[in-house]
């Protein structure tokens, strides 16, 4: 049976493009690029094209013109003129909920988005650690890099995913980009924080792919955003989420995290690690180590956000609840998914359109962020660096001051190196001026 293309719709993302084409039925499909100039060329079998290509919204993509043209009789041609080089790859998808059948072809960057695997930077951190080092304690304090605290803010949904959808019209992916949007300017506003967007516009990112850019940006946060639904219209408040090794903590939760993790299945992304060469024994060694410490912070920064929401928002549930969302299954951030509201409500349809409590929702939730790093910040931070300036003072305590070494400092101390080391949890010898240590009794 012959297959009309209904409709093309292009999503046009820092790192790749993806191309959908809307179809009457399942079509075969031969993708294949020529060079001098750089083309794709997209072949669809026994199909009529029923759209206008020229009105494609080319803007922020590779492609810098589309031309259509029938070849054999009863085929279509689509050929995309690039400004660059892309790796393609395409997929077919069945009709859904919301779309029918679809060619997919995505248009990959090569070299922009060099994103590494999380398990796979642990075993290489291992081995690294591995290797015979000289405990010397002589290495001279380094200047404090007061850094800043990244948090990695992720608008869920995006593209062709545009999450659930209010009575009124209402799409999850505008309003959690509009917040997430005004929770990177308060963050970015606040000395020694700053924010990463994982999509700062209307496209779509896998879901490991989100984790796996936050790591990128070597973010000490992650932070997604969404706005919940239910069937019936009634339920209504914000909810704070962290990940569950064992499950989820209620039907609700459980229900909502298959939900949010089926996104993937409308992105067209299969979203499975991608380590399949690796021992599976020794990739759940390697999580079980971190991921505990892991979820312990992320509870912690949760019960602080839920404070603060409960000021703005009414509460879905009076506790941080937890589920297997995939987001947040980064083996070493803490992570947390928010629910800001539900927009399967009317009421809270209007509000989550509202920019005044959008603001609201995103300084809550970056309040509940900040107490938890002025009270734990990370190592080298400038939060870490400003606690420390009333530090040092009692005997127990030495301030690092420009030209010291650990193992001058354990001498003038009458302590061993491998005391004042195992007493500050230092595994190597790099110190910074203004380091406070904690100076163990002999």
């Known amino acids: 049976m012959a297959a009309d293309v209904d409709n093309m719709r292009l999503w046009a993302a820092p790192d790749h493009a993806r191309l959908v084409f809307d179809l009457s039925s399942s079509v075969d499909a031969d993708v294949f690029t020529l060079d001098n100039p750089d083309r794709l060329v997209i072949d669809l079998k026994d199909s009529t094209l029923k759209t206008d290509s020229e009105a494609l919204n080319l803007e922020g993509s590779a492609i810098t013109s589309v031309r259509t043209g029938v070849r054999s009789g009863n085929d279509l041609r689509v050929v995309l003129d690039l400004g660059r080089r892309v790796e393609p790859r395409h997929f077919s998808l069945s009709p859904n909920d ?34 015979p080092a000289a405990p010397t304690g002589q290495a001279k304090a380094a200047p404090h890099p007061k850094r800043d605290i990244i948090v990695a803010v992720d608008a869920g949904h995006g593209g062709e995913d545009p999450g659930a959808i209010g009575s009124h019209g209402t799409r999850e992916k505008d309003v959690v980009l509009d917040i997430a949007r005004a929770l990177k300017r308060i963050i970015d506003a606040e000395p020694g924080f700053r924010a990463v967007l994982i999509r700062d516009g209307d496209y779509y990112v ?23 639904a239910f069937t ?48 599976e024994v020794l990739r759940g060694v390697l999580l079980d180590l971190t991921m505990t410490a892991t979820l312990n ?129 230092i595994n190597g010898d790099k110190i910074r001026v203004g380091q406070v240590l904690r100076i163990p009794r002999s």
């Open 98 to 131: 919301q779309y029918g059948h679809r060619l997919v072809v995505d248009l990959e960057y090569p070299g922009e988005s060099a994103v590494e695997d999380p398990i796979e930077d642990m075993i290489r951190a291992q081995q690294d650690d591995a290797q």
């Open 206 to 228: 896998g879901l490991r792919e989100r984790t796996r850019i936050a790591r990128e940006q070597k973010s000490d946060f992650f932070v997604s955003i969404h706005a919940d």
């Open 297 to 425: 912070d992320s509870l912690a920064i949760g019960g602080q956000v839920l404070d603060r929401l409960k000021r703005v928002n009414t509460l879905h549930k009076p506790r941080v609840e937890q589920a297997g969302f995939v987001v947040l299954k980064s083996p070493d951030i803490p992570s947390l998914l928010i629910e800001t509201g539900f927009i399967s409500n009317p009421q809270e349809e209007r509000r989550l359109k509202d920019p005044s409590h959008q603001r609201g929702l995103a300084q809550a939730i970056f309040s509940g962020i900040e107490a938890h790093f002025t009270r734990n910040p990370p190592p080298g931070s400038l939060l870490a660096w400003q606690r420390d300036q009333g530090r040092g003072q009692a005997s127990n305590e030495y301030r690092i001051q420009p030209g010291d070494t650990l193992s001058e400092i354990a001498a003038r101390h009458q302590v061993s190196l491998a005391m004042l080391k195992q007493a500050n949890e």
């Open 232 to 279: 019936s219209s009634r339920p209504k408040g914000s909810s704070v989420f962290a990940l569950s090794q064992r499950g989820a903590t209620s039907e609700t939760a459980k229900w909502l995290a298959n939900s949010e993790n089926r996104a993937d299945l409308i992105g067209g992304v299969d979203g499975n690690l991608s380590l399949r060469d690796k021992d």
